[in-house]
């Protein structure tokens, strides 16, 4: 049984770096074809994707956020954690992990989140 | 970078409603989207991936279709549970797309 759980602070302030730990069970990122996102989601708002790390180590960012997020892997504690410098009021969100599994389809990889954590929220204010 | 839009932003609908909500890509995407699910205060919930592969337990009155640009997510016959927002989602990207999202209530 996959499960998911975002932890970290739910009160920064502006200018501080936030990080945040995904804990996972259920699944190895050693495992050829899986790979954990980060999604937030300010109030009332849209989703919004942050980051993404492969079994592998490769990583993809947010474009508008690529120079603020780091997400990384520490792989034997089944963890993928996600730090985002500068923080603004505007980063007021609930931020989920989520599971990856890889589909494939015409030879190209993709991968739905099929797992997700339950969210912990994060509000920026001094 | 590849934009979704969704249509209609809300729709009013009753138990027992046939629902179609569209979502449409800013370029040709072939099959790859996703349906989610997230009622309130609830993480998201996968529906549909590759446009019309059903998740596994998802009930069989869900369904997705289209390719290209243009994709609908259908509810043949809404119940109760299924009040909550809808968002589609560009799978096969290195920019994970998220539409706006559909609420039926």
């Known amino acids: 049984q996959i499960t998911l759980k975002e932890s970290g602070p739910t009160l920064v302030k502006p200018t501080e770096t936030l990080t945040l730990t995904c804990t996972f069970s259920?699944?190895?990122?050693?495992?050829?074809?899986?790979?954990v996102g980060w999604i937030r989601q300010p109030p009332g708002k849209a989703l919004e994707w942050l980051a993404l790390i492969y079994w592998d180590g490769n990583k993809r960012y947010r474009p508008s956020l690529a120079s603020r997020i780091t997400i990384s892997k520490n792989t034997p504690m089944y963890r993928v954690d996600l730090a985002m410098t500068n923080m603004d009021p505007l980063d007021t969100a609930t931020y989920y992990c989520?599971?990856?599994?890889?589909?494939?389809?015409?030879?190209?990889?993709?991968?739905?989140?099929?797992?997700w954590g339950l969210g912990v929220v994060v509000t920026v204010s001094s | 970078d590849i934009q979704l839009t969704q249509s209609p932003s809300f729709l009013s609908a009753s138990v027992g409603d046939r629902v179609t909500i569209t979502c449409r890509a800013s370029q040709g995407i072939s099959s790859f989207l996703a349906w989610y699910q997230q009622r309130p205060g609830k993480a998201p919930k996968l529906l549909v991936y590759?446009?019309?592969t059903l998740q596994s337990g998802v009930p069989s009155r869900f369904s997705g279709s289209g390719s290209g640009t243009e994709f609908t997510l259908t509810i043949s016959s809404l119940q109760p549970e299924d009040f909550a927002t809808y968002y589609c989602?560009?799978?096969?990207?290195?920019?994970?797309?998220f539409g706006p999202g559909t609420k039926v209530d």
């Open positions: 259920g699944f190895s990122l050693r495992t050829n074809g899986v790979a």
């Open positions: 989520a599971h990856g599994g890889r589909h494939s389809e015409s030879g190209t990889s993709y991968f739905p989140f099929a797992y």
């Open positions: 989602q560009h799978l096969n990207s290195d920019f994970l797309t």
């Open positions: 590759a446009a019309s």
